[in-house]
Antibody
Framework: EVQLLESGGGLVQPGGSLRLSCAVSGLTFSNYAMSWVRQAPGKGLEWVSTVSSSGGSTYYADSVKGRFTISRDNSKDTLFLQMNSLRVEDTATYYC?????????????WGQGTLVTVSS | DIVMTQSPDSLAVSLGERATINCKSSQSVLYSSNNKNSLVWYQQKPGQPPKLLIYWASTRKSGVPDRFSGSGSGTDFTLTISSLQAEDVAVYYCQQYYSAPPNFGGGTKVEIK
């Protein structure tokens, strides 16, 4: 069974940093591109970032470009999202999601999400 | 960027009746190399992550009940629940994967009348 388990969310002040992790099991992690998708409270879904299976290519939404960094450790089956210069509008539940190949941008497995709250 | 617009925002349907959700893209998402539309539908129940229902606009994911069907091409798409069940109460999202950013529609909330 494929499982994705996010961690690292919490309360942070505007301008602060947070690092999210997503531990993946039940599949060969290094074969798949992975993404982060977020959902503000009571709102819709917003793609944040995608990393290729090797980690060599990364893609970002304009809203987070230059502030967030996606990465992965294929030896540990783990996906990361380093979030810097956080803003109130980054408050959301952050989901990690497995990309369906050969596409880059749709998802067949999702984690349960981790809540990031940016507030003073 | 391709903008995805869903309608209606919400709908209430009686058990056993048909529910129809529309999704419109601001430009065609038809992938010329395979003549398929790069559009998916997700279901999200309260407190849960989204669940993939349909990809390539009309291909049902394995295990998804056949009362769910997707149709449409180019810029106009529809998700139909042929006979609404209580467990289908959820928010439904379309998403294009033709080009980055892979935008989602705003969601349609389906409730029981």
């Amino acid at each position: 069974e494929v499982q994705l388990l996010e961690s690292g969310g919490g309360l942070v002040q505007p301008g602060g940093s947070l690092r999210l992790s997503c531990a993946v099991s039940g599949l060969t992690f290094s074969n798949y591109a992975m993404s982060w998708v977020r959902q503000a409270p009571g709102k819709g879904l917003e793609w944040v970032s995608t990393v290729s299976s090797s980690g060599g290519s990364t893609y970002y939404a304009d809203s987070v470009k230059g502030r967030f960094t996606i990465s992965r450790d294929n030896s540990k089956d783990t996906l990361f999202l380093q979030m810097n210069s956080l803003r109130v509008e980054d408050t959301a539940t952050y989901y990690c999601a497995k990309v369906v190949p050969p596409s880059t941008y749709y998802y067949d497995h999702w984690g349960q999400g981790t809540l990031v709250t940016v507030s003073s | 960027d391709i903008v995805m617009t869903q309608s209606p925002d919400s709908l209430a349907v009686s058990l056993g009746e048909r529910a129809t959700i529309n999704c419109k893209s601001s430009q065609s998402v038809l992938y010329s190399s395979n003549n398929k539309n790069s559009l998916v539908w997700y279901q999200q129940k309260p407190g849960q992550p989204p669940k993939l229902l349909i990809y390539w606009a009309s291909t049902r994911k394995s295990g998804v009940p056949d009362r769910f069907s997707g149709s449409g091409s180019g810029t106009d798409f529809t998700l139909t629940i042929s006979s609404l069940q209580a467990e289908d109460v959820a928010v439904y999202y379309c998403q294009q994967y033709y080009s980055a950013p892979p935008n989602f529609g705003g969601g349609t909330k389906v409730e029981i009348k």
